[in-house]
T-cell receptor, first 110, second 110 residues
């Protein structure tokens, strides 16, 4: 099955810093999503991005499907950005399960 | 509010008991899922239902039985609970590929 690797596993930042999170996957996918799991355990959809680039406020994401990786950029980080960021991918059909990476744990201090 | 909802949010029970977790979505999606998040925060698919039909059944003990009374509901029944069943269980739904998650149910087996 598809393997999903995220890096770095842990990241500690000062408020205001920028960061880049990476997701590598081992096979072709038609679904790639980034999630933020906040300290209360909720999984928040950040991006649905099987290819291309998207931006939403201070967050942006890029997926290069042909090279099997995706990047999540966080600019001007805030303490509320703390939590675990998951990349999840799905094979080439609708209704199939997401395969999750192990996540990047981000801690932002003021 | 349009969303995926789960009840209960917390469930504490004794080994050997039987319990159910309910999931409802009002997004008009036709596919629903159950994922399990273990103590190391790793998320893994358990079941997937499309239009009330089971389409994914990962290697899950047969003590776990999903039930979908209609397209908007997917319940998870667990028999003879074991200590190792302690985890957070997430319900999700999708129409095409992008999946949306419920708030999770934290199950603790004593």
């Amino acid at each position: 099955g598809i393997q999903v690797e995220q890096s770095p596993p842990d990241l500690i930042l000062q408020e205001g810093a920028n960061s880049t999170l990476r997701c590598n996957f081992s096979d072709s996918v038609n679904n790639l999503q980034w999630f933020h799991q906040n300290p209360w355990g909720q999984l928040i959809n950040l991006f649905y991005i099987p290819s291309g680039t998207k931006q939403n406020g201070r967050l942006s994401a890029t997926t290069v499907a042909t090279e099997r990786y995706s990047l999540l950029y966080i600019s001007s980080s805030q303490t509320t950005d703390s939590g675990v960021y998951f990349c999840a991918v799905g094979p080439n059909q609708a209704g199939t399960a997401l395969i999750f990476g192990k996540g990047t744990t981000l801690s932002v201090s003021s | 509010d349009t969303a995926v909802s789960q009840t209960p949010k917390y469930l504490v029970t004794q080994m050997g008991n039987d319990k159910s977790i309910k999931c409802e979505q009002n997004l008009g999606h036709d596919t629903m899922y159950w994922y399990k998040q273990d103590s190391k925060k790793f998320l893994k698919i358990m079941f997937s239902y499309n239009n009330k039909e089971l389409i994914i059944n990962e290697t899950v003990p047969n003590r776990f039985s999903p039930k979908s009374p209609d397209k908007a509901h997917l319940n998870l029944h667990i028999n003879s609970l074991e200590l190792g069943d302690s985890a957070v269980y997430f319900c999700a739904s999708s129409l095409r590929r992008e999946q949306f998650f419920g708030p999770g149910t934290r199950l603790t087996v004593l």
